[in-house]
């Protein structure tokens, strides 16, 4: 037996393919989109390691040419949903009791896979099924899903490190217990990393998954489960159960055993879920750990003496790489009077240049949003600043649903500050934009507090440091994430830990060892090699 101490070192992120012009991982991310362009992927439901295939199906197509089938899945129906609660269960007690070295070596051969033999399937996927770019889903499908892994194998090593101070006569530790049942992971569509990390930052410290991802990510996470497959994920670790959010929460919500909810999707279905539990707490066997991130409605706050290109170049890239599908993407700016001109100058021109349309032309910046209830929504949301006396459409306003869904990017100005688009999640390629008189910094920054209920992220622009060590404080519940003189999105796994309270989440940062610690279950030991004889303490004793 290896009685061994391990601790895996700090990694470093993995480095990011640019996929420059005529280079060979140009060409070979290439010869892959023409190759998943050109087929039909069947998608089974995975329970207990094998693969269940259901009557009720949904097609996979992608959000640039909503015709192109990529795959045809399956959908778990009621019976199918207890089997992988079951599956789960059964799972868990030999997953829990195997060693932590072994879990990670699980995890870190996953990112092998990824980085090397499946680099180009996974970006590809994510792409075509999800509208990414190339190197929107390089960052994230690839690099952030490879940096997870390692990170969190690093993260295991410190926390298991860490031990109880023992006097003489006693030996105190810490037992690193995962929960008491299974743990319900619920994915979105807009990165794969999320989804990945959901359900493996449980499992590696010894917790078995239901896994439901969101029906508009389902080749890309088909993909990662059957990479985690490979990587040696024993049967029933994690059970891949595409479905409806209802049938499948219906089940798993109200089952005795569950012990934590791992959540990334919308404020409303997070509300919901906590309602369920905590409408079910007498039922269940422990307390439920709810770990969730729902959203924003992210700022920018611009000081009167900020430059206008660094501040123009932040609000294109963060209101509208991905079309605007981040938590973290910038939705709301507060520009003074002084700057509003040629930062408008600015982001014209940029604008102006920018390309949108399909991922697999790479001079595209801005491709489709990713299914026509979100088209709507967001057309929706511009069609009201065009009617509103308070608001002006600034730059595009126009959208095509003909072949893919397609929203122009879109900037608002409004002269209410608390303008509809100013403080509801929009989830797409618009950001509005408030005016304030330059005097008027300090009571803008309180406006900015109280405008939105969520508490993601947030960028504050200034050359003058008290004005920025002032925002930095009267914003400081107002971001999880805050960015100082940087756009508001770009958290990199191991450096920016991500996270925001308020209506935005639970704040347990992701990327880092707290959001572990929430799926530890720990339990302290103490023993005493002299145990007492004699009830009486000193004072008493004649």
Same mark, same amino acid.
């Given at each position: 037996?290896?009685?061994?101490?391990?601790?895996?070192?700090?990694?470093q992120?993995e480095?990011?393919?640019?996929?420059?012009?005529?280079?060979?991982?140009?060409k070979?991310?290439?010869?892959?989109i023409?190759r998943?362009?050109?087929?039909v992927? &069947?998608?089974?439901l995975?329970?207990g390691?094998?693969?269940?295939?259901?009557?009720?199906t949904?097609q996979?197509?992608m959000?640039?040419n909503?015709?192109?089938?990529?795959?045809t899945?399956c959908l778990?129906?009621?019976e199918e949903?207890k089997l992988?609660?079951?599956?789960a269960?059964?799972?868990?007690?030999?997953?829990?009791?195997?060693?932590w070295?072994e879990? %990670?070596s699980?995890?870190l051969?996953?990112?092998?896979?990824?980085?090397k &033999?499946?680099?180009?399937?996974?970006?590809v996927?994510?792409?075509?099924?999800?509208?990414?770019?190339?190197?929107?889903?390089?960052?994230?499908?690839?690099?952030?899903?490879?940096?997870?892994?390692?990170?969190?194998a690093?993260f295991?090593s410190?926390?298991?490190n860490e031990q109880?101070?023992?006097?003489?006569?006693?030996?105190n530790?810490?037992e690193?217990r995962?929960?008491?049942?299974?743990?319900?992971?619920?994915?979105?569509?807009?990165f794969?990393?999320?989804?990945s990390n959901l359900v493996?930052a449980p499992?590696?410290?010894?917790n078995?998954i239901v896994? &439901?991802?969101?029906?508009?990510?389902?080749?890309?996470?088909?993909?990662?489960m059957?990479i985690f497959?490979e990587a040696?994920l024993?049967?029933g670790?994690?059970?891949?159960?595409p479905?409806?959010?209802?049938?499948i929460?219906?089940v798993?919500?109200n089952?005795?055993?569950l012990?934590g909810?791992h959540f990334?999707?919308?404020n409303?279905?997070?509300?919901?879920?906590w309602?369920?539990?905590?409408?079910n707490?007498?039922?269940y066997?422990?307390?439920?750990?709810l770990?969730g991130?729902?959203?924003?409605k992210?700022f920018v706050? %611009?000081?009167p003496?900020s430059?206008?290109?660094?501040?123009?170049?932040?609000?294109?890239?963060?209101a509208?790489?991905?079309q605007?599908q981040?938590?973290s993407?910038?939705s709301?700016a507060y520009?003074?009077?002084?700057l509003?001109?040629?930062?408008?100058q600015?982001?014209?021109? &940029?604008?102006h240049s920018?390309?949108?349309g399909?991922p697999?032309n790479?001079?595209?910046? %801005?491709?489709?949003v990713?299914?026509?209830?979100a088209?709507?929504?967001?057309?929706?949301?511009?069609?009201?600043?065009k009617?509103?006396?308070?608001?002006?459409?600034?730059?595009g306003?126009?959208?095509?649903n003909s072949i893919?869904?397609?929203?122009?990017?879109?900037?608002i100005k409004?002269?209410d500050?608390?303008?509809?688009?100013?403080?509801?999640?929009?989830f797409?390629?618009?950001?509005?934009?408030? %005016?304030?008189p330059?005097?008027?910094?300090?009571?803008?920054?309180?406006?900015c507090d109280?405008?939105?209920?969520?508490g993601?992220?947030?960028?504050?622009?200034s050359k003058?440091?008290y004005?920025?060590?002032e925002?930095?404080s009267?914003?400081?519940?107002a971001?999880g994430?805050?960015?100082?003189?940087d756009?508001?999105?770009?958290?990199v796994?191991?450096?920016?830990p991500?996270g925001g309270?308020?209506?935005?989440?639970?704040n347990?940062?992701?990327g880092?060892y707290?959001?572990?610690?929430?799926?530890?279950?720990?339990?302290?030991?103490?023993?005493?090699f002299?145990?007492?004889?004699?009830?009486?303490?000193?004072?008493?004793?004649d």
């Open positions: 037996m290896n009685n061994a101490i391990f601790q895996y070192s700090r990694p992120n480095p990011i393919n640019y996929y420059l012009d005529n280079t060979p991982e140009r070979a991310l290439e010869q892959e023409e998943q362009s050109s087929t992927v &069947k998608i089974p995975i329970i390691g094998k693969e269940i295939w259901t009557s009720k949904t996979v197509v959000p640039h909503h015709n192109h089938v990529l795959a899945c778990a129906g009621e949903v992988a609660v079951e599956a269960l059964n799972a868990q007690k030999q997953w829990s009791n195997m060693s070295v879990r %990670v699980i995890t051969k996953a990112a092998e896979l990824i980085a &033999k499946y680099r180009y399937l996974i970006n996927a994510t792409m075509l099924g999800q509208g990414k770019n190339a190197f929107q889903a390089e960052i994230d499908a690839v690099c952030e899903t490879i940096d997870f892994l390692r990170f969190n690093h295991v410190e926390i298991y109880p101070h023992s006097e003489p006569g006693v030996l530790r810490i690193y995962p929960l008491e049942g299974f743990v319900f992971a619920i994915s979105p569509f807009n794969t990393a999320i989804a493996l499992a590696v410290v010894g078995t896994w &439901k991802p969101s029906s508009t990510s389902l080749l890309s996470n088909y993909y990662l059957k497959q040696g024993p049967d670790v994690v059970n891949f159960l479905g409806s959010g209802s049938t929460g219906n798993v919500l089952h005795r055993s012990a909810v990334t999707g919308g409303a279905t997070f509300n919901q879920i309602k369920t539990v905590a409408n707490l007498e039922n066997r422990t307390y439920p750990r770990v991130e729902t959203g924003g992210d706050m %611009v000081h003496s430059d206008a290109t660094e501040v123009a170049t932040a609000l294109v890239r963060g509208f790489e991905y605007g981040k938590c993407a910038a709301r520009i003074p009077e002084s509003w001109e040629p930062i408008k600015l982001m014209g021109q &940029k604008l920018i390309k949108v399909r697999e790479f001079t595209h910046f %801005v491709n489709a990713i299914d026509n209830k088209f709507d929504r967001i057309m929706g949301y511009i069609q009201l600043a009617e509103s006396p308070a608001a002006e459409i600034v730059f306003g126009t959208g095509d893919g869904y397609f929203v122009n990017p879109t900037v409004t002269t500050p608390y303008f509809t688009t100013m403080e509801e999640e929009i797409g390629p618009v950001l509005t934009v408030y %005016v304030y330059d005097h008027q910094y300090t009571e803008t920054l309180a406006i109280n405008t939105s209920p969520y993601l992220t947030g960028a504050i622009f003058d440091r004005a920025m060590v925002a930095c009267a914003l400081r519940y971001a994430n805050l960015y100082f003189n756009k508001p999105t770009g958290a796994v191991g450096q920016q991500f309270a308020r209506q935005s989440g639970t347990d940062k992701a880092s707290l959001n572990l610690l929430r799926w530890i279950n720990p339990r302290t030991i103490k023993e005493t002299l145990p007492a004889v004699d009830y009486r303490y000193p004072t008493m004793i």
